[in-house]
């Protein structure tokens, strides 16, 4: 009597082995997304700090923001709407949290090349930005800051900072001509000190060129004295 011949398991094909190993690949980069999404800044920190040893640079502050509250978010909503009219997308930066709202405004639309005054599109967001001022109902105060990066050509034989101060004040004195509270309004300038990018890339750099105007609520309008 023949014996039966033992079932042999079919190979599979090559590419199907390399297909699960996609899948595999796949499924491992999502769920690394999703515990990256929800990661514990302060412990990732510490984490690296163990491996990098005593000399590794971090962040020694981990600021964490309280949710945005309607006024914050109305404010930065209508800012935007009115700015985006005048700049491209790439000319400017909107946020908000529980207690201002941050207008950052990049240097190579605001103002003209190299120099500290304001390009024709600058001039027209600022109108447009003027008239959603005189809406709010609130006593805000107005800071408008500026910042530069450390390899901005010097003009003058300028130092950043004061080529940082000369660009808020150009902005600030706009504010006045056009009839702002000068009460309401004040100026800093930063230099090189606050950089938003440290990474060694020439276009990064650049964006560390820019002006911010911060806006901060002072109180009601209506509980304003009457000067």
């Known amino acids: 009597m023949a014996r039966k011949k033992k079932f042999e398991c079919k190979v599979a094909p090559a590419w199907l082995t ?17 515990s990256m999404s929800s990661l514990d800044v302060s412990k990732a920190v510490k984490f690296l700090h ?24 109305n404010v930065a909503m209508k800012v935007k709407k009115r700015i985006s009219k005048h700049l491209p997308i790439h000319a400017y930066q909107i946020s908000a949290t529980e207690d201002y709202v941050n207008i950052r405004l990049f240097n190579d639309i605001f ?15 600022l109108d447009d930005f003027i008239v959603l001022l005189e809406q709010i109902d609130e006593n805000l105060s107005i800071n408008v800051q500026g910042f530069c990066s450390s390899d901005l050509p010097k003009q003058s034989s300028e130092d950043v900072w004061s080529f940082s101060v000369k660009r808020a004040m150009s902005v600030l004195d706009y504010l006045l001509k056009k009839g702002v509270d000068p009460q309401q309004l ?17 276009l990064l750099n650049r964006r560390n060129n820019r002006v911010e105007i911060v806006l901060q609520v002072v109180s009601p309008r209506q509980n304003m004295p009457v000067k």
Do not use: C, H
Not at 18 to 34: A, E, H, N, Q, V
Not at 50 to 73: L, N, W
Not at 111 to 125: D, H, I, M, P, Y
């Open 186 to 202: 004040s100026a800093s300038g930063y230099g090189d000190a606050k950089p938003l990018y440290t990474w060694n890339n020439p």
């Open 50 to 73: 163990y491996f990098q040893g005593d000399d590794a640079k971090f962040e020694q502050k981990v600021s964490i923001f309280k949710p945005i509250v309607p006024f914050s978010t």
């Open 18 to 34: 390399s297909f699960s190993d996609l899948m595999s690949l796949l499924l491992t980069f999502f769920i690394l997304l999703y």
């Open 111 to 125: 103002f003209e090349k190299n120099g500290v005054r304001l390009s024709k599109e600058a001039e027209r967001a």
